[in-house]
């Protein structure tokens, strides 16, 4: 239920939000995407384009949330999933784990296209899932490379894509 719950309220942008956050993207000289339908029939494809998106729009959009929760804009909902998102995705611990989940979508993704394609063998099908298995277990011992890249970016500093994150005396670079 966190999953889902962290999804919906992180990383969906709400409809209404779209021409605030164009604004603030081209103020910034940055680009922005909105994902809308995480939930979507193929699911993992659109998971993996909903984080691919809410990464490439970091900055912006954490700017759209924080001024959403400081200035109370919007319904009450709207301030708490902004609130939620600004929480999140500003703790250290909160970025590595959604790259991590980056990471595991992708490889799901590439999964879930075997499987519906019409010439689909169980030889086929077989080494799909092995591989979706070898790339799991392999991020069980070493990081994905979303998420070695998002720790080579932070390093031991405080600031990922110009916002300030929040560390605490047990996270570790």
Sequence with gaps: MFFEAYIRNTITVPKHSGLELDELAEALDDQISKPTNV?????????QSALQALFRGYRPLMMHCQNTKEMRVGSGGRQGRAAFSVKFLTLFKGLPFTNFLRDIAEEAAHLSKVFPAEFLTVTTATAAVRKFEFQCLSMKKSNG???QAFLKETGEGNVFKEIEITRDGNDVA
Excluded: K
């Design 39 to 47: 939930f979507g029939a193929r699911w993992f494809p659109h998971l």
């Design 145 to 147: 490379p979303r998420v």
